[in-house]
């Protein structure tokens, strides 16, 4: 009697280890995945947003180059002005190179009053130039463009003068979903002209597929604009546990 219930208390006592079935393998994966997909989502409308601040920023800059009551007061001391009185109200990430990449991404990228409501940007006057760079870049264009490119890849996107070789890349990052990284060594390995001189194009696009991909959504968001736009510090490293601590306590 005493050992049944030395034996039933020892049972009672033991932690429970599940067994490592089939069917639990897939829950744990399962999980896994509902969080990995969560991430990406919240990665993603970080990206958009930080695109969609700077879109506006750039058109205010050029709008009020053209319309602004006092601008001759300012003229080409503009952006030192604004990189001085930003910073005060607003803190990092507003100074004069990068005002002047939001100015020339709106000049680079004049996307259709349509296309701004569907994003919610409200502006108080229709651009000034309201007409995409090429015939085939309609609001889905944009759209795609705007919710799968960080900004990271429209600083390099909007370095080029050539609306064709700028529309490359795009539809090839969106296309083998480059990394920022990989983005810039095609364009540094010219990728756009050899193409255009190789009678082998499509052998020429397969050799440039084997770059790197885009992998994992803290590889997305880890750079310094974004950590910026968020209010982070920027660390020397962040291991990924702290970026998405981080992240969970950052209002999207």
């Known amino acids: 009697m005493a050992r049944r219930k030395a034996e039933r208390t020892q049972a009672l006592t033991q932690p429970v280890v599940p ?43 050029v709008e009020y180059e053209q319309h602004g009551s006092d601008r001759a007061q300012y003229g080409e001391r503009l ?35 349509s296309l701004i409501a569907k994003f919610g940007v409200t502006l108080p006057s229709p651009p000034s130039v309201s007409l995409a760079p090429l015939d085939w870049q309609d609001d889905l264009y944009f ?14 996107l909007i370095r080029m003068d050539d609306p064709l070789k700028r529309a490359f890349y795009e539809v090839e990052a969106l296309r083998n979903r480059w990394s920022v990284r990989e983005l810039k060594r095609q364009i540094d390995s010219l990728l756009y002209e050899r193409v255009g001189l190789s009678r082998d194009q499509a052998g020429v696009l397969a050799m440039a597929q084997d770059g790197e991909l885009v992998t994992t959504p803290i590889e997305m968001v880890r750079d310094p604009y974004v950590f910026e736009f968020l209010g982070l510090k920027r660390e020397e490293l962040y291991t990924e546990s702290q970026l998405e601590r981080a992240l969970g306590s950052t209002s999207l």
Not at 79 to 102: A, I, K, P, V, Y
Not at 143 to 156: C, K, N, S
């Open 79 to 113: 952006l030192e002005s604004l990189t001085r009185d930003l910073r005060q109200r607003l803190g990092r990430g507003f100074g004069w190179r990068n005002l002047e990449m939001f100015r020339r991404f709106y000049l680079r990228y004049p996307i259709s009053q």
């Open 143 to 156: 759209v795609r463009l705007f919710q799968e490119l960080p900004w990271t890849h429209f600083i390099a």
């Open 19 to 61: 067994e490592m079935s089939q069917s639990y393998e897939t829950l744990v994966a399962t999980i896994a995945q509902a969080h990995d997909h969560a991430q990406r989502q919240a990665v993603q409308a970080i990206n958009v947003a930080l695109t969609l601040r700077n879109w506006p920023i750039g058109y205010h800059i």
